[in-house]
């Protein structure tokens, strides 16, 4: 109809184009709405303020979509015709990018709008900051928060929080605490539950139960009720140091205080009991929560299927794959690495191949450990030629090698008495600043030593730390002993 209106010689104007985009977006007609957008430009339908209008609505149509491919493109084009998004925009732009593991790319952007002349508010500012310490990139984060209060923004609790949880996760609880602190002397702005969750989930990873508990403590004493979340985290740190009882005992308050505890809490205690090898307990507790109404997610059945894989029950662990699918629970590839893992132990490399091929086929990206794994399954299965052209394959995927990688190859090699190629990846290990396990010098010298060449094998160790040479020197020795015992016997 607009179209014919054009042709008719009526005059079109961008609330009119706009309003076709905008009922065309609520419908999920992207692609086609691109195409319409093409032709609209071309027959110069709207005027500059239409144009600015048009690419936003794109913008935030494939932000809701959650499409970051198309949302990149459209942006671009946008910058690139002297157009700034506003910061409602601004804010959807940077949650997506960030959310689906791009942060770099939204602080590229967010910087960039900045320098055109783009005024971020708080809530763009809170966004970014989040995101960046969800990436583990703290010190870009504090970046921002100087950036922001020069610009006179405060930083909220919101702020803060997000500061704090990202400083736990790497690590730096201290530090996390003492800006913890900073919110507890605020007169405007205190610590929420949140925020006493993250500093709690942070003592927990240090092990530091003790601190964790008297958080818990502190906060109710300050009126605050900790959530499923923050009993959660303080079940979890428990079971990962074995307190059960002490588990068993906040699940029970949880109870009490209206909190039900959901299938998270009972992941964290399942796979607890299953580390320490309490497994009947764990099947016991989880059929007990499924009973009552307890649906398992993905992550229940990645520690069914890995307590599997331990037991070497390929089967069975293949059968909880089936079912997790089955449910509609689509597997990540942490959850294909287990099972990789299990069938190349078993030199069953015709199903490790069927789950790496699968896994690409869903998108999925292989890991450093994925193909640690097929190196080893082909090295354990004598099809060495293979386990090569996986290592040369890494590179495909992003994957860097590390000194476990290198040894199985090189202990590959050394099965097939290959030693000057084992040599030749042990110096290429080397000189990338990577340390050999114990079991790759070992067998490394034990083969050198087999040849009577432990001369050379000293050589070529020479490099190691002072502590791991002296602990060489002293096995090659033993082996030259032993070697001399054998020929004489």
Request: charged share 25%; with cysteine; aromatic share 10%.
């Amino acid at each position: 109809m607009v179209f014919e209106m054009q042709n008719h010689g009526l005059k079109l104007n961008a609330e009119t184009f706009n309003c076709i985009l905008g009922v065309g977006l609520e419908m999920g007609l992207l692609d086609y709405l691109e195409k319409v957008f093409d032709e609209m430009s071309e027959r110069g339908v709207c005027g500059v303020f239409g144009v600015f209008c048009s690419y936003k609505l794109m913008v935030v149509g494939y932000c809701r979509m959650g499409r970051v491919s198309e949302v990149d493109k459209w942006l671009k084009e946008m910058l690139e015709r002297g157009f700034i998004v506003d910061n409602a925009t601004c804010t959807l732009v940077i949650s997506l990018f960030c959310d689906k593991g791009f942060a770099n790319r939204a602080l590229w952007y967010f910087d960039k709008i900045v320098k055109m002349g783009f005024k971020p508010n708080l809530i763009n500012y809170s966004c970014l900051i989040n995101g960046l310490c969800e990436k583990g990139s703290i010190k870009q984060a504090f970046g921002k928060l100087e950036e922001m209060v020069r610009e006179g923004w405060k930083p909220n609790v919101y702020v803060h929080t997000a500061l704090i949880d990202g400083l736990c996760k790497k690590g730096w609880t201290e530090k996390a605490f003492r800006l913890f602190l900073k919110l507890v002397r605020s007169d405007k702005y205190k610590p929420n539950v949140h925020t006493y969750t993250s500093m709690i989930s942070g003592y927990c990873s240090e092990e530091k139960l003790n601190r964790a508990e008297m958080l818990l403590s502190r906060m109710k004493e300050q009126g605050l009720v900790p959530n499923t979340n923050t009993y959660t985290t303080l079940i979890n740190g428990h079971c990962k140091m074995g307190s059960f009882d002490r588990a068993y005992e906040l699940m029970r308050v949880m109870d009490k205080e209206g909190f039900t505890p959901n299938i998270y809490t009972y992941n964290a205690i399942i796979c607890g009991l299953c580390k320490r090898g309490r497994v009947q307990e764990a099947y016991e507790l989880l059929i007990n929560g499924l009973l009552h109404g307890l649906q398992a997610d993905r992550v229940t059945y990645t520690i069914l299927i890995t307590e599997q894989c331990k037991q070497a029950n390929t089967e069975l662990a293949m059968a909880f794959f089936g079912k997790m699918i089955k449910v509609g629970l689509l597997p990540d590839m942490h959850s294909y690495n287990t099972l990789i893992a299990a069938f190349c132990k078993k030199k069953e490399m015709k199903e490790s191949e069927n789950l790496f091929e699968e896994a690409l086929r869903l998108g999925l990206v292989p890991t450093k450990e994925t193909y640690t794994s097929m190196i080893s399954g082909y090295c354990r299965a004598g099809n060495l030629s293979l386990g090569l052209k996986f290592f040369n394959k890494m590179s495909d995927h992003s994957c860097v090698p590390d000194s476990i990688t290198y040894g199985t190859l090189i202990n590959g090699l050394c099965r097939e008495s290959r030693l000057e190629e084992a040599c030749q990846l042990y110096e290429t290990m080397m000189d990338k600043g990577l340390f050999p396990c114990e079991v790759t010098r070992l067998t490394l010298a034990y083969e050198y030593c087999k040849k009577g060449d432990s001369a050379i094998a000293m050589v070529m160790l020479e490099r190691l730390e002072k502590k791991l040479w002296m602990r060489t020197h002293s096995l090659l020795h033993v082996m030259r002993l032993t070697s001399l015992l054998l020929s004489l016997t």
